[in-house]
C-alpha cells in the first residue's frame, strides 16, 4: 500500500472536490429555512385559535419534531437537506433531524447496545452545552438580582 500524506490528500482533495456556489446556497438555505419557519407560523395560527396559546405553544414544535422524524425516516429529509444546506438546520427540525437519524443508523444493533447508546450521539453534546449554559445563565441572573435586590 502507498502511503498518502496530508499535503497530497489536500492537493487531491482539491482537484476532485465540487466547487459550490456560496450564493445560490445561502439562496437555497434562506429559502428553505423561511419556508420551514413560515410553516411553523402557519401551524400557530392555525392552532391559536382554536387550542389557546399555552397549548399552541406546545403543540407547534411537536408537530414539527414528529414532521422532522418522519420524513427522516422516509428519507425525504436528507433529499431536502441536500439542496436546502444550511436551511433545514432552523434548530428544532435539526436537532430532530439529528436524533432520528441516529436512531435509524443504529437500529440493527439492538435496542441497548444500539438505538440506547448511539441516539444522542450526536445531540447529546448540544444538551449537555445547552444544559450547562441554562445553568450558568440562571446563576448570572440570580446573582444580579441578588446585587439589585441587596443595593435597593
Known amino acids: 500500500?502507498?502511503?498518502i500524506y496530508k499535503k497530497d490528500y489536500k492537493k487531491y482533495a482539491e482537484k476532485t472536490a465540487q466547487k459550490s456556489n456560496v450564493l445560490?446556497?445561502?439562496?437555497?438555505a434562506f429559502l428553505v429555512g423561511g419556508a420551514i419557519c413560515t410553516f411553523a407560523q402557519w401551524l400557530y395560527n392555525m392552532f391559536i385559535t382554536?387550542?389557546?396559546?399555552?397549548?399552541?405553544?406546545?403543540?407547534?414544535?411537536?408537530?414539527?419534531?414528529?414532521?422532522?422524524?418522519l420524513t427522516t425516516g422516509l428519507g425525504w429529509f436528507d433529499k431536502l437537506a441536500k439542496h436546502a444546506g444550511g436551511g433545514t438546520l432552523v434548530p428544532?427540525?435539526?436537532?430532530?433531524?439529528?436524533i432520528s437519524s441516529a436512531a435509524i443508523d443504529s437500529k440493527n444493533e439492538g435496542w441497548v447496545l444500539g438505538l440506547g447508546s448511539k441516539i444522542f450521539t450526536?445531540?447529546?453534546?448540544?444538551?449537555?452545552?445547552?444544559?450547562?449554559?441554562?445553568?450558568?445563565?440562571?446563576?448570572?441572573?440570580?446573582?444580579?438580582?441578588?446585587?439589585?435586590?441587596?443595593?435597593?
Do not use: H, Q, W
Open 1 to 3: 500500500m502507498i502511503p
Open 24 to 28: 445560490v446556497c445561502c439562496i437555497k
Open 50 to 69: 382554536r387550542l389557546g396559546e399555552e397549548n399552541t405553544r406546545l403543540l407547534v414544535p411537536v408537530v414539527l419534531i414528529f414532521l422532522t422524524a
Open 92 to 98: 428544532i427540525t435539526g436537532f430532530a433531524n439529528a
Open 122 to 152: 450526536i445531540a447529546g453534546p448540544v444538551i449537555l452545552y445547552g444544559t450547562l449554559a441554562s445553568v450558568i445563565y440562571g446563576v448570572v441572573l440570580y446573582l444580579l438580582k441578588l446585587a439589585g435586590a441587596g443595593g435597593a
